[in-house]
């Protein structure tokens, strides 16, 4: 038995995804309940092996032109199958399946937390240059979001972050896996201690949708990937 295809069994009987960590428990509580010396050989089966052999399966799934593939999103490894074949799932699991898009604000403020956390809201609604109130409590309310700890300045403000749902939405292996945005990341921003000596003339905060100023330091659209306009074609296999 090779180690790739007792990973591959496992992986496409779960009805959940599994992380290299569990698959290894697996793999060890197996081998303490079985007689059978080839099952028990994977007892001790190290992390870094395990997670050589889920990249060649991906590799292999990848190559094979199937109509499903094996992915790594939010650090666990699940079976899915490709957008091309999703009309024909979408017509057998229904349209209410499909998670609900997100809004232009929604992607807007989603991407400045996903580059630049922990951040807090005043810094969000200085590149943004609206108010960001309603679509925090949405980002919130989805779990895309959470909170960070307070940031180490005056007022001790609240930052927020992505979550591990934020990367199962967007398909993402982990945060590293954004697509490059540094013209975002170098958006200079006041930091809050720093409010108070602001010049009178300084562009106030408009709310969602209104035009201020302070429009032109907007992101530029589409900087999370194509999954962030939430079409929910890819679903696990």
């Not at 290299?20 to 197996?30: D, F, N, P, Y």
């Not at 590799?59 to 074949?85: I, S, T």
């Not at 300084?202 to 330091?217: K, R, S």
Request: proline content about 7%.
């Amino acid at each position: 038995m090779e180690l790739k295809n007792i990973l591959e069994t496992i992986l496409f009987f779960s009805q959940k995804p599994l992380t290299a960590k569990e698959l290894q428990g697996i793999l060890e509580v197996t081998s303490n309940q079985s007689e059978d010396e080839a099952v028990r050989a994977f007892k001790k089966t190290r992390m870094d092996l395990i997670e050589k052999n889920l990249a060649l399966l991906e590799l292999e799934f990848e190559g094979a032109g199937r109509g499903f593939r094996l992915v790594c999103v939010a650090g666990a490894w699940q079976f899915v199958n490709r957008p091309d074949y999703a009309p024909w799932l979408r017509t057998m699991v229904g349209e209410r399946s499909r998670p609900p898009r997100l809004s232009q604000p929604g992607l807007e403020t989603l991407a400045i937390i996903a580059y630049r956390q922990p951040v807090t809201r005043a810094e969000i609604e200085q590149i943004r240059g609206v108010s960001v109130d309603g679509v925090m409590q949405t980002l919130l309310e989805r779990g895309l979001i959470e909170s960070a700890g307070r940031a180490e300045v005056v007022g001790r403000p609240m930052t927020y972050a992505t979550t591990s749902q934020f990367l199962e939405y967007f398909g993402l292996g982990n945060l590293a896996d954004l697509p490059a945005a540094d013209e975002l990341r170098r958006i200079p921003v006041t930091h809050p201690e720093s409010l108070e000596t602001a010049e009178p003339d300084t562009p106030q905060i408009a709310q969602d949708g209104e035009m201020t100023e302070t429009d032109e330091l907007r992101p530029p659209q589409q900087v999370l990937p194509a999954a962030a306009e939430g079409t929910g074609s890819e679903v696990p296999a």
